[in-house]
């Protein structure tokens, strides 16, 4: 259809998920808040973008994600769409956008999408989240749920902690996800769960798994980015791995660069502009 803009060939939409469910072939996803680390991370071939509610703690240094606004999510994601070609951008629905009634939802979800550009949301919850994945569905908005640690519950769990240890909370893990899968979301998030409970819902679903702190057997992973380039402060959760410490490289340029200019070091003459032979000989004659 010539009238429509033609995407990437190995654009990544729902199909491709689903094909690599069947096929076994993990993906990777990673999130992103802003124009120049979602292009880095599209470049570096990562499938899926979440433009998570992490934002909150990550970027705008609160507390917890409870206070982040559908306004924050929406900006964000038109900054990462802007710098995504390959992955699927996803957007979480934050604390309170879904929480009023299913039309507001919709009309969030739909903000996030025709603003924000993003391709799918995801939202927190289980059997109590049914409903609305239907209806989001019947509204062609694709859903990613997830289930498990939920930080937007944080005030109700009381802190953060692994869920589904006990046989009781883990059938009721596994439980929730089946009523997901078959309310339509095509795939769900699974946040600090026994890595064999995962392996189980895994397994059992036909949807793909997106593990954070589950374990390997995921079918796809997910990771805060500045957790995984260490741009972060304070202790990690076990299941970060440090590939990088942006943080000290950040620190070491900064430092560098300030007692350059202290010492005089920086600028030099290479990184000035001078005025041409001709204007110096004119204005040393005036
Ligand atoms: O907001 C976020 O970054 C997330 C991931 C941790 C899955 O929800």
């Known amino acids: 259809m010539a009238y429509l803009q033609p995407d990437k060939p190995e654009k990544v939409y729902l199909p491709a ?7 076994g072939e993990k993906l990777v996803c990673l999130t992103a808040y802003d124009y120049p680390t979602a292009r880095i991370v599209d470049e570096a ?22 206070p982040v606004s559908i306004e924050e999510i929406v900006s964000a994601c038109i900054a990462v769409k802007r710098g995504t070609d390959r992955a699927m ?13 299913p039309d507001t939802t919709v009309q969030n979800a739909l903000r996030l999408m025709k603003y924000g550009g993003a391709e799918a949301i995801k939202m927190e919850g ?8 239907k209806r989001l569905v019947d509204e062609e908005i694709p859903v990613v749920a997830h289930i498990g640690l ?3 519950s944080v ?14 909370q883990a059938k009721r893990l596994i439980e929730d996800a089946k009523l997901l899968e078959e309310a339509g979301a095509f795939a769900i998030v699974l946040e600090l769960v026994p890595r064999e409970v995962a392996a189980i819902i895994t397994r059992e679903l036909k949807i793909s798994t997106i593990g954070i702190g589950a374990g ?5 992973q997910v990771l ?3 957790d995984l380039v260490g741009m972060t402060f304070g202790r990690q959760p076990r299941f970060v791995r440090p590939y990088a410490n942006l943080r000290e490289v950040m620190t070491k340029a900064i430092q560098t660069w300030s007692n350059d200019v202290k010492s005089g070091e920086y600028p030099n003459e290479n990184e000035s502009y001078g005025l041409t032979e001709e204007t110096k000989k004119e204005m040393a004659a005036k």
């Open 216 to 220: 390997h057997d995921c079918d796809i």
């Open 150 to 152: 939920t930080p937007q």
């Open 155 to 168: 005030y109700k769990m009381g802190g953060y902690r692994v869920q589904g240890r006990t046989t009781e």
């Open 224 to 226: 805060v980015l500045h």
């Open 45 to 66: 071939g990562v499938d899926i973008i979440l433009v998570g509610d992490s934002i909150g703690n990550v970027i705008h240094g609160y507390g917890n994600t409870i």
């Open 126 to 133: 289980g059997r109590n989240r049914v409903e609305l994945v």
């Open 17 to 23: 998920i689903r094909a690599a469910k069947e096929k």
């Open 89 to 101: 951008v996803v957007a979480d629905m934050p604390y309170g956008s879904y929480h009023v009634n």
